[in-house]
């Protein structure tokens, strides 16, 4: 049971190029979400998802676009990538139905470190 | 607004000391909480949760934590800790919506000394 899995685990950008982060998860969870890691500031939300075909703004959506296409599946994409999204990126998942427990915990991928120059 | 507050954001303590990582929550957070543990360089591992019942939880790697409703906190203790405990220590709660989203602390570093 791999959980949640991201893709690729590094990456450096220039500025301006665009590339896309995958997150895929085998937990068969309906919620899934992107966070970014900084130093001082924890995790923020950048964008959600509660179902397959569905994606919603988090805390810091600007210069980030998320497809749900497949229900396993959460894409995390950078048109132009600026200096200040080198950050490491974290997938997440979550059940949303269930008794109890299962649906109150987030399963978190590996990490993708960005670097932008 | 919705915030996790972590005071401290580094905690030195010598190997099998006790130790105790502060957290406390605002009242638009909901009491589902959590701390997640962050080695380096690698992602979040699930240390302990409070849902629901005793206020205080139990974890993994011998972590227990208090949850106190009336002052709003849910700090994180070890009798003892090693020097493998070293790591950032985040602190979440669910946020009131129901997106089931995380509103995480900024993350308290603890370093532990031989």
């Known amino acids: 049971n791999a959980g949640v899995t991201q893709t690729p685990k590094f990456r450096v950008l220039k500025t301006g190029q665009s590339m896309t982060l995958l997150c895929a998860q085998d937990m068969n969870h309906e919620y899934m979400y992107w966070y970014r890691q900084d130093p001082g500031m924890g995790l923020r939300l950048i964008h959600y998802s509660v179902g397959e075909g569905t994606t919603a703004k988090g805390e810091v959506p600007d210069g980030y676009n998320v497809s749900r296409l497949k229900k396993q599946n959460f894409l995390l994409g950078l048109e132009s990538a600026a200096p200040s999204q080198t950050s490491v990126y974290f997938c997440?998942?979550?059940?949303?139905?269930?008794?109890?427990?299962?649906?109150?915990?987030?399963?978190f991928g590996a990490g993708t470190r960005l670097s932008v120059l | 607004a919705q915030s996790v507050t972590q005071l401290d954001s580094q905690v030195p303590v010598f190997e099998e000391a006790p130790v105790e990582l502060r957290c406390n929550y605002s009242s638009s957070v909901s009491v589902y909480l959590f701390w997640y543990v962050q080695y380096p360089n690698q992602g979040l591992q699930l240390l302990l949760k409070?849902?629901?019942?005793?206020?205080l939880v139990k974890g993994i790697n011998g972590f227990e934590a208090e949850f106190n409703k009336s002052q709003t906190s849910f700090h994180l203790r070890k009798p003892s800790v090693h020097i493998s405990d070293t790591a950032e220590y985040f602190c979440a709660g669910r946020g009131m919506d129901s997106s089931y989203k995380l509103i995480f602390g900024s993350g308290t570093r603890l370093l532990v000394r031989p």
């Open positions: 997440a998942s979550n059940q949303d139905r269930g008794i109890g427990e299962s649906k109150n915990i987030q399963y």
């Open positions: 409070y849902l629901s019942g005793s206020t």
